[in-house]
C-alpha cells in the first residue's frame, strides 16, 4: 500500500509507461461505446497477440495443452480469454472479470415518430442514469439493424468528423419556472428522452413529410425500411472522443468509463503476460448495468460451457474436474469504485473513500442497506493481494461505495463467488459515475493495469 499520492513516487519510467496505456485506452473507449463493440476490439486484440477462436478448436478436433491460447464470444456481446496454464484444475485460474456494457439510451422497438414537423426516435434508457444528464448533449447512434434476409447493417453515425449528431432537447429557463419545482427524478421524464433526428419534409408528402424525408434517407443511406428497426439494437450514446483533462493533463474524460477503464487493463494484462503459470482467464459480459441478466451477463451458463469445452479440449472434461477448477480460482471482479468528491463529501466517510491518485481501489463489499446483495471477500483472500500487490508495488486503497445508507451499487462479483471461489472488487475511482461524461485518474488507470499483472503473475 503506497500512502502518499501515487504521482510522487513515479520516474520517467512509470510516466512513460502511463502515457503509453492512457493513450491507447482514450483510443479504446473511443473506438468501443458498446458491448459489440468492445467485443470485436478485444477479440483483433487476442488474436494480434496469436488468440485462438475456441469454436474453431471445437470444429476442427484440435486439442489444447498448457500454453494454448483462445478466446470465445458469446453472441457478440460478451468475450472470454484464456491463456492455459500448467494445471487448469489443480491450481484453477486467476480471473479478472469487467463489464463492457454502460449506461445510455435505446432506441425502441418501434422508434419514429413526427410530431409538429419534427420527428423523433423514441428511447428507453438502460441502466441507472440521471435523466436530466441526457438532454442537450451530442449524441450518436451505434449498433447494429438486422434484416430478415440475415444480413446485418452496422450503425454509427455522429462519431466521424463531419457526420450530423444527435440530441435530445429541453425546455427553455425562461419557460421553466413549473419545471425547476420539480424533484430532479422527474425534472426529465424518461418518456421524454426522446431523439431529435429530422426537421425537412419530404417534397409531395401532405402527412409527416419530415418522418417520410427521414424513412427515405434511411432507405438510400442504409437500405433500412421503417419495419427493419423492429429487429435492431441501437444504441445512443454520447457523441465524440475521450480526452486527457486538467491543465496537467491528469485525468481523461470519457462515456463508460463504467467500466472500460476497467476492461480495458483486464485484456491489457492477460495479452501482456504471455507466460503465466496459472491459466488466466478474462471475462468481458455485457448487462451488468441491467442486472447481469440475460445470456450474455454475468449469470448466463456462457461461461461454464466454455470452460467445460476447454476442458474436453484439454482431455481432462468431468463435472468433477469443471467444480474443481471453479473452486480453485480466484478473481479480481473488476469494476469502478466511486471516487471521494470534495464538493459532495457528506455522501462519503473520508477515510473509506477511493481517492484520485491514490492506484486500485478494492471494495471488500459492495451493496447498500447492511452490505445487502454483496460479496462479502474474505480477509484471508485480501492478505494474499496484500501481498501480491506490495511486492509488485502497486499503489491500491479501499474503500466503500459512499457513506452507509447513503445508496449503493452492485457487480457480477457475487455470481462467481456462487461457485466457492475467492472474489474481491477491485477497479478505478470514477468521478460523476454513470454521467454522460465521466472522469478518471491516468495514475489509478496504471495503477489497476500494474496490478491486475501482478495478480496474474503471483495470484
Ligand atoms: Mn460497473
Ligand atoms: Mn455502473
Redesign the pocket.
Known sequence: MIHENVWMTYGSNDLAELEKISAGYIDFISNGKTERECTELIVAMAKDKGYKDLREVIDSGERLAPGSKVFAVNMKKAVMLLNIGEDIIRDGMNILGA?IDSPRLDLKQAPIYESDELTYFDTHYYGGVKKYQYVTLPLALHGVVAKTDGSIININIGEKEGDPVFMVTDLLIHLSRDQLQKTADKVIEGENLDILIGSKPLGGEEKDAVKANILRLLKENYDIEEDDLLSAEIEAVPAGRAKEAGLDRSMIIGYGH??RS?AYPTVMAVLDNPDIKTTACALLVDK??IGSVGATGMESHFFEDMLREVLDRLGVYSELNLSRCLRNSRMLSC??SAAFDPIYADRFEKKNSARFGHGLVFNKYTGGRGKSESNDANAEYIALLRGILDKHNVAYQTAELGKVDAGG?G?IAYILSLYGMQVIDS?VPVLSMHAPWETISKADLYEAYKGYKAFLIEG
Open positions: 463489464h463504467d467500466d476497467c451488468e448495468e469494476d469502478v451499487g457487480t477497479g
